[in-house]
């Protein structure tokens, strides 16, 4: 059973990253999705090492730091799954439209998760049972 405190950290984090990405989108395309670039690793980093939302934030933009291209393409892979399975679904199922990314959600989650391991352990030593404890 995941700890209260994580998940208010992660539901916080994920407003603050929502809220930052919509305003640069409509602002402007490109520093919304340079937001969700910088942010992608953002909610795993608040659970992960217990930070706060703001802190999070800038904790996942220096991760992705220098790696920021690839992990553009992995958010961009995934959108354009998600679409392709929610347009493709859409004229079998029309009445669950609203339901079909859920399943694939959790999918994105285990990407993010699998982002933030991959670039914390690039930029520095990293002991896999201390993070293993976190998916406990």
């Excluded at 539901?11 to 395309?29: K, Q």
């Excluded at 999070?56 to 959108?79: E, H, I, K, N």
């Excluded at 399975?85 to 990314?101: N, R």
């Amino acid at each position: 059973m995941p700890e209260p405190r994580a998940v208010l950290r992660g539901i916080g984090t994920a407003g603050l990253c929502l809220f930052r990405i919509a305003s640069n989108i409509v602002l402007l395309w490109l520093p919304g999705v340079v937001q969700a670039v910088r942010l992608f690793v953002a909610v795993p980093v608040a659970v992960g090492e217990k930070l706060p939302a703001g802190a999070a934030a800038l904790r996942s933009a220096q991760l992705v730091r220098g790696d920021g291209m690839r992990v553009f393409g992995l958010l961009l892979l995934l959108r354009i799954v998600r679409s392709a399975l929610v347009a493709g679904s859409t004229g079998f199922l029309p009445e669950l439209y609203p339901l079909i990314p859920l399943p694939f959600l959790a999918f994105e989650a285990v990407a993010m998760a699998v982002a933030y391991v991959q670039l914390r352990g690039g930029k520095e030593t990293l002991d896999v049972e201390a993070t293993a404890q976190v998916f406990e």
